[in-house]
């Protein structure tokens, strides 16, 4: 058990105090058979969390069902399996989600996506821990460790009638939120570390780089900085990663961010030979719009297409601005 424990401790990246955290909680959880409800954003790492738990614990199969993904007529065949000739294309006995994951666990990710008829069903098999397969007259058993994750609000769920009460109580025994990337920045630098060196890469990020990426919100959360870091080694940047290698969406936090810096700094200088109510300077957003365009026009050398790109807009609505503001005439007149 020691050595699964200190296994757990490593499967999250970083050394903030929420991580810490959730690391012992793992630990804790990995010891017991209770339910855990799993809650936090998309990319935030909750299947990470639950294969830990069940790992640490080290007995029987890890089940996930993608709750989101069981739509439609074959939804119950998907987690209850389903008898030979039960229904047209049924030609073979097929084993369910559910019985698969007997003596183990079932990871039921974004459980608050499940149809109100099939929490039914799935709240009778967690408290009898039996269920019968479609078109079967037979009651198979299955016993599992049931961890469920979603990023919605489930209490409010229960509150609106979108799901049952009872099963929320059966699967909030005990719960663990996990915490957003916008909250934990400082594990930004070992995440990145992380990736790059799973593939063996050995690029390095410029200062600039490493600031814009660890003020960029990333709604997202990891998912987003991994795909990130994919990008960055699809590009092959070389031995150092600059700003303009980084995806559209993060380029452009860091311009709006190095944009506000300099209208801060002079406001101040402005504000310093103003009165107060003069210092006070409104930009009309066209502007503030116009002045990027410009800017990523000089940045790409009148480049539109690449200025698009970088500005995060498609070509069409560019050529539209550009009409719009007369930045043509300018842009022209430049060249």
Known sequence: MAAHAA????????????IRQLSRQIVRLSRTRWPVLL????????????????????QGPFVPIDCSALVGPLMESELFGHAKGSFTGAILQKTGLIE?????????????????????????????????????????RSDFRVIAATNRDLA?????????????????????????????????????????????ATSRLTQET??????????????EL????????????????????LPSAVQNHGRQKAYEGGQGERKEEAGARKGPREAEEVI?????????????LRVTKGDRATAAQLLGIGRTTLYR???????????????
């Not at 009309?284 to 990523?296: C, D, F, G, T, Y």
């Open 226 to 245: 991994e795909n990130c870091v994919h990008r960055l080694l699809a590009i092959d940047p070389g031995p150092l990663v600059e700003m303009h290698d």
């Open 39 to 58: 809650l936090g954003e998309t990319g935030t790492g909750k299947e990470v969390a639950a294969r830990a738990i069940h790992a640490s614990g080290g």
């Open 284 to 296: 009309p957003l066209a502007e503030v719009e116009r002045r990027a365009i410009l800017h990523a």
């Open 156 to 200: 409010r769920e229960v509150a609106e009638g979108r799901f049952r009460r009872d099963l929320y109580y059966r699967l909030n025994v005990v719960t663990v939120r996990l915490p957003p990337l916008r909250e934990r920045k400082e594990d930004i630098p070992l995440l990145i570390d992380h990736f790059l060196s799973r593939h063996g």
């Open 321 to 335: 601005k550009l009409k719009e503001y007369l930045l043509e005439e300018v842009e022209e007149a430049a060249s």
């Open 7 to 18: 296994e757990c401790y490593q499967v999250f990246v970083g050394q903030s105090p929420r």
């Open 100 to 140: 698969a994951a007997n003596g183990g666990t079932a990871f039921l990710d974004e459980i608050g996506e499940l149809p109100l008829d099939m929490q039914v069903k799935l709240l009778r098999v967690l408290q009898e821990k039996e269920f019968r397969p479609v078109g079967s007259l037979t009651a198979k």
């Open 210 to 223: 490493l600031e814009v990426m660890m003020s960029y919100e990333w709604p997202g959360n990891v998912r």
